[in-house]
């Protein structure tokens, strides 16, 4: 079993649509858990960390549950410049080694 | 603004032969990173370092080495390029070791072995 599991996707949605993602992780030890963004070719960047209350960056709401060991994402209003690549990312214990998932596709279409 | 640079963003290199991928932070971080990234496979963590001269394995480090002179710089070292080592290869640097502090990633390089 894979240490963080994402749906590939990809996810079509039009512009303006909610859409949510989910990742499980295996690891009851992991620590710290983010959401990176990844275009096209390009490297990841943060999106944003996850906190244990949950916690919102504009359109961008993040959600820990611990008991379930999943971790989801949820975007509203989507615009056409949020289609990327959505990383699903797990601290893993001291130090700062992070397992990436492989990534859930978004494209957002008019 | 953190800067991760990578020497080259495309590289072409025969079986067999030596290759080194450099990087280089610009912000005085204490970690960083070497990755490569596949298809299906995601990011995987080859090596990484939590200071001068230090080195710790990741999870793939077969067929890797890294060094560390300088805290600016970590070199990505294949010792004999293989065909299964085609890859993209992203660097990334951190603050510091016991914290939420971020990773910032270079451009990547898109390393093809023939």
């Known amino acids: 079993r894979k240490e963080v599991e994402q749906d590939p996707g990809p996810f079509n949605v039009p512009e303006g649509a909610t859409v949510a993602f989910n990742c499980t992780y295996s690891?009851?030890?992991?620590?710290?858990f983010f959401w990176y963004r990844q275009d096209c070719r390009k490297e990841p960047k943060l999106l944003m960390s996850?906190?244990?209350s949950g916690n919102e960056d504009g359109r961008f709401t993040a959600q820990l549950n611990r008991a379930s060991q999943y971790i989801s994402l949820l975007i509203r209003d989507s615009k056409l410049s949020d289609s990327a690549t959505y990383l699903c990312?797990?601290?893993?214990?001291?130090?700062?080694?992070?397992?990436f998932g492989t990534g859930t596709q978004l494209k957002v279409e008019l | 603004d953190v800067k991760v640079t990578q020497s080259s963003r495309y590289l072409v290199k025969r079986t067999g032969e030596k290759v080194f991928l450099e990087c280089v932070q610009d912000?005085?971080?204490?970690?960083m990173f070497w990755y490569r990234q596949d298809p299906g496979l995601g990011l995987r963590l080859i090596y990484f370092?939590?200071?001068?001269?230090?080195?710790e394995k990741g999870d793939i480090p077969e067929g890797y080495s890294v060094s560390r002179e300088k805290k600016e710089r970590f070199s990505l070292i294949l010792e004999s390029a293989s065909t299964n080592q085609t890859s993209m290869y992203l660097c990334?640097?951190?603050?510091?070791?016991?914290?939420?502090?971020?990773?910032?990633f270079g451009d990547g390089t898109r390393l093809s072995i023939l």
């Open positions: 990312v797990v601290k893993r214990g001291g130090g700062n080694k992070l397992t």
């Open positions: 912000m005085d971080h204490e970690n």
């Open positions: 690891n009851s030890a992991s620590q710290s």
């Open positions: 996850v906190y244990s």
């Open positions: 990334a640097s951190s603050r510091s070791v016991d914290s939420n502090q971020p990773q910032h």
């Open positions: 370092s939590y200071d001068v001269k230090m080195k």
